[in-house]
């Protein structure tokens, strides 16, 4: 068909894979998407476009592949590919100070003009998260432009029929341009058939070509989503028969950004306000207020009702909100860049300071800007702060920063160790910060006097970095979802794999989007939804009923009562030095069955008083640190007490999946894997460890005491589906208590850690 007129398209391919990810992962993607597109491009040389490459995968290509930056340099060479930059370790701009936002993007801007011959113009911002403060930042950086999303546009009020085009923005004296990645096409490529897709675009035709058609999306969906590398590359071959299509349309032009920023120049200002795409802003909503959110927006789409464009969802920056796990790690992250931040201004002012310290910092540096990398900061479809080996290697380079700069800090004659109450999650309530040359604690007065970060130094390994299970909106997805499959007639199977739901895809075989897709890892998911009503914590106080004790079944599923107040009420700090802690709370003990309003428990004639004192000791060497929590109980109040404490702690392994390395040392010596569950009735020692980390923890209590252990497991979705993750596991040890008025007694618990490698001295030979 003859077409009077012209229309551009000009497509970004972002390709990223998390810090810490699997190596067989990215091999497997590399395989399905990235080594596929180049041999696309390469076979179609009159195709252009952007590619752009994460710090990460940048670092595995070249140790793992090679020859792709090769290629991908010759593809640059000969002006087919526009190479595209951004943070080198893909963090979300935003959430970093200035200084790390500058130096992120200025060593990506460094990394490629020494790969591949020149600075990029433009950069890939992660997940799209804008704020107005990042035209300073990325102009600042020698960017020129950057992608945002139709919904940002919508949010600044350009009108629909507008937004085929590129506009100028600025911040603090500082000009940028911003392209809008536009929702029809991204859902039009790969999902829909071509000649859709050519449509869609036809119909931006126009005698001047002043239309714009842009897309910036995730290289992976281009064979390694669930579907895709059968219709993209073998069956249906999508990709091939787009490109073909578009070397046969002399009315599309396809291009690379600053292609057409030569020809076209914006002219258009828009100041764009806090944004991020909408399924993002969807995910960071409370999960009672997400699906009301989704029905409205997907409602005014049908109905083509204008109200559609004023629809916005959440902040991203309520993550932080939503979740103290990603606060934590928030701060920690703060805490870290600045210490590292002080080893260069330390350094500026030592006449002589040599490279060894240079190249200290630059360690210290790199570690912290991969604790930076935005995957374990906020969760949604794609997992986030739920997948466990992804937040520990994030932990592990900020508690690797960390340990550089104090030990640094220390070699200098200053005095980084020691405890000390600061507010070091920024909620207006001080915590005591324990730091010393072979761990780091946090332990929060003002929520039951409970450790909240465990971190051994010489194996960077963030003990007790365990997820709380929570409500999230995407379980209601999933019970609908397994209640229709026990419905189904005898022989379907309860779960569609990610195979079948390509299959009942869009017509011709064209798989559904991730975000359509339901399937399940494993029938029965749902039994599994239970919920916790205290944050995973560790040394947690427990005050169970003295008869009739819950098991570990019931533990595992919150099946039980707490007699006492003690889990997360405020505690006060009556002595603090540098090797211990000692905290005191005068609370409640109520019957079982009593009253509980809010988290309080009710005063009436169930309740009695109970002071309960919880004295933390620090101690042991570079590779063997020790923990000591002794509880003291005393009867203040009138008449007898009996029950059972129960002493909670939460740590993280690494043991999904009964993985071989990580295990539990029962005391006759023989092992289980540290996802599973057990009972010892009256023990005094247990041990539990990771052999490929380095880590074996002794545990030993003062008395003999029941131990209690059961995995803590979420049901979370990814493009793989709904799964259980490991997150780690829960260990109480239980004393029965009786207690006459007057009365006090103690119970000890005592860790000691042994680690096997120190990964600091490794790493500077």
Known sequence: MSVSGRVSLALVIHNHQPVGNFGWVIEDVYKHAYEPMIDALERHPAIRLGLHYTGPLIEWLAANRPEALERVRALADRGQIEVVGGAYYEPILVTLPDR?????????????????????????????????????????AGYAWTIVDDNHLRAASIPEDEMWTAFTTDDRGRRLTVFGTEMGLRYLIPFKPVNDLMAYLRKRVTPDGRFLGFMGDDGEKFGSWPGTYEYCWTNDRWVER????????????????????????????????????????????????????????????DQGDPAARYLRGGFWRNFAARYREINDLHKQMLRASDKVAAMADAAAGIPGAGAASGATRARALDHLYQGQSNDCYWHGLFGGIYIPHMRMATLSHLIAAEDLADTAEAAAGGQPYGARLVDTDLDALDEIL???????????????????????????????????????????????HEQAAAGRSPGRPQSESAEEGAAEGEPGGAPKTIHEIVSVKEPGLVELLHYDRFERRSGLIHLLASNGAPTGEQLAA?????????????????????????????GAVRSSGAVRRGRSVRA???TRSLTVEKMFAFGGSRRVPTLELVVGLENTGQTELAFELAVEWNFNMLGGGHNP??????PDGTHDSHDSAGDLESATRLAFGNDHEGVKVGLTVEPAARLTWYPVETVSNSEAGFERVYQGSSLLARWPVSLTPGESTTRAIRFRAVQSVDRSSEESR
């Open 604 to 606: 009436d004639t169930h």
């Open 661 to 666: 390395a990580a295990f539990y040392e029962l």
């Open 100 to 140: 790390d936002r500058h130096g992120q993007l200025v060593r990506m801007a460094d990394e490629l003009e020494a790969l591949f011959g020149r600075r990029p113009a433009g950069a890939w911002l992660a997940e799209r998260v804008w704020e107005p403060s990042l035209p300073n930042d990325l102009a600042a």
């Open 558 to 586: 919150g099946d039980w009562e707490d007699l006492g107040d003690f889990a997360e009420e405020p505690f006060e700090v009556a002595d603090l030095t540098d090797r211990s802690a000692t905290l005191r709370r005068l």
């Open 242 to 301: 787009l490109f073909e299509a578009v070397e046969g349309a002399d009315w599309l032009t396809m291009l690379t950004p600053s292609e057409w920023l030569e020809s076209h120049p914006p002219t258009t200002r828009v100041y764009v306000p806090d944004s991020s795409y909408t399924e993002m802003t969807e995910w960071v909503l409370p999960p009672d207020e997400a699906p009301v959110f989704v029905r409205l927006l997907s409602e005014a789409r």
């Open 434 to 480: 324990v730091t010393t040359p072979s761990q780091t604690l946090v332990v929060e007065p003002a929520e039951g006097a409970n450790v909240s970060s465990w971190d051994l130094r010489a194996s960077r390994m963030a003990l007790v970095s365990v997820m709380r299970r929570r409500l999230e909106a995407y379980h209601a997805q999933l019970i609908d």
